[in-house]
Nanobody, 116 residues
Framework: QVQLVESGGGLVQAGGSLRLSCAASGRTFSITHMGWFRQAPGKEREFVSA????????YYADSVKGRFTISRDNAKNTVYLQMSSLKPEDTAVYYC?????????WGQGTQVTVSV
């Protein structure tokens, strides 16, 4: 199994920045993808960004392209989400997602609140 620990959420003003981190432990040697989803109050969970564990080719939702950057540190088994030019509509609980041998794992979620 894979365990995930997220950090970095918080309260920020519109236009500000935050960096989320997600550290994986356990069966990290067979992780193929890591990424981020988010869920705003009253809405379904939605895809934000993902990256392959090897190689490049990050993926982004249209709503965050040009503002968010995903990266990884394989040595630390950690994926990051640098969020810039934040908007109130980015307010949500952000969840880390990992795919390992075709099986998906979720982090506990971290709250991001963007004030006007």
């Amino acid at each position: 199994q894979v365990q995930l620990v997220e950090s970095g959420g918080g309260l920020v003003q519109a236009g500000g920045s935050l960096r989320l981190s997600c550290a994986a432990s356990g069966r990290t040697f067979s992780i193929t993808h890591m990424g981020w989803f988010r869920q705003a109050p009253g809405k379904e969970r939605e895809f934000v960004s993902a990256i392959r564990w090897t190689g490049s080719s990050p993926y982004y939702a249209d709503s965050v392209k040009g503002r968010f950057t995903i990266s990884r540190d394989n040595a630390k088994n950690t994926v990051y989400l640098q969020m810039s030019s934040l908007k109130p509509e980015d307010t949500a609980v952000y969840y880390c997602r990992v795919i390992e041998r075709g099986r998906g794992y979720w982090g506990q979620g971290t709250q991001v609140t963007v004030s006007v």
